[in-house]
T-cell receptor
Framework: AQSVTQLGSHVSVSEGALVLLRCNYS??????LFWYVQYPNQGLQLLLK??????LVKGINGFEAEFKKSETSFHLTKPSAHMSDAAEYFC?????????????FGTGTQLKVEL | EPEVTQTPSHQVTQMGQEVILRCVPI?????FYWYRQILGQKVEFLVS????????KSEIFDDQFSVERPDGSNFTLKIRSTKLEDSAMYFC???????????FGNGTRLTVT
């Protein structure tokens, strides 16, 4: 079975500051890991994913995440926050077999960006 | 860029009524899914569908739920007799194959009164 824990349901940063959204996972098989973003009244949009290979993955809008097996973490970062980054962010892990389709989500982190 | 579209965006129904939530997946995608998110809770997997049959379903997906691909474009979720606890945002998703990332629609907010 898989599970995801996102620490901090709400994170607030100043524009231009570092964004760090935390995600820890549990998986009995090698995981596929994902970050999705949800803007108000919109669906879930894939930011980035880790399957195999390089542990530092880059996504859209300047976000990146690093898979750390020893820490069972997949934290999302962005060097400099922009007002348009305000949204809800979901970390997810794939189901058994490593497929990218059946996802187990975390509870989400609402990111607020202040001037 | 092709999108997954869902209708309606918001549906209000009375307890015990049947509802059908509609989705049009991306045209060349072969795998289809429904997820739901109860307010303030996690996004949860409901069901996956491939080759005109359910490939996997969660414990939530009981006999009150059914899915169908009635034609070449639509993918529907039916709740036969709605309960208050069915109130949630329902997301449809599709993928090219069973390994590719999902493309989600904007969701249908179902309110059961």
């Amino acid at each position: 079975a898989q599970s995801v824990t996102q620490l901090g349901s709400h994170v607030s940063v100043s524009e231009g500051a570092l964004v760090l959204l935390r995600c820890n996972y549990s998986s009995s098989v090698p995981p596929y890991l994902f970050w999705y973003v949800q803007y108000p009244n919109q669906g879930l949009q894939l930011l980035l994913k880790y399957t195999t290979g390089a542990t530092l993955v880059k996504g859209i809008n300047g976000f990146e995440a690093e898979f750390k097996k020893s820490e069972t973490s997949f934290h999302l970062t962005k060097p400099s926050a922009h007002m348009s980054d305000a949204a809800e962010y979901f970390c997810a892990v794939s189901g058994v077999g490593g497929g990218g389709n059946k996802l187990t989500f975390g509870t989400g982190t609402q990111l607020k960006v202040e001037l | 860029e092709p999108e997954v579209t869902q209708t309606p965006s918001h549906q209000v129904t009375q307890m015990g009524q049947e509802v059908i939530l509609r989705c049009v997946p991306i045209s060349n995608h072969l795998y289809f899914y429904w997820y739901r998110q109860i307010l303030g809770q996690k996004v949860e997997f409901l069901v996956s569908f491939y080759n005109n049959e359910i490939s996997e379903k969660s414990e939530i997906f009981d006999d009150q739920f059914s899915v169908e691909r009635p034609d070449g474009s639509n993918f529907t979720l039916k709740i036969r007799s709605t309960k208050l606890e069915d109130s949630a945002m329902y997301f449809c998703a599709s993928s090219v194959d069973g390994e590719s990332p999902l493309h989600f629609g904007n969701g249908t907010r179902l309110t059961v009164t």
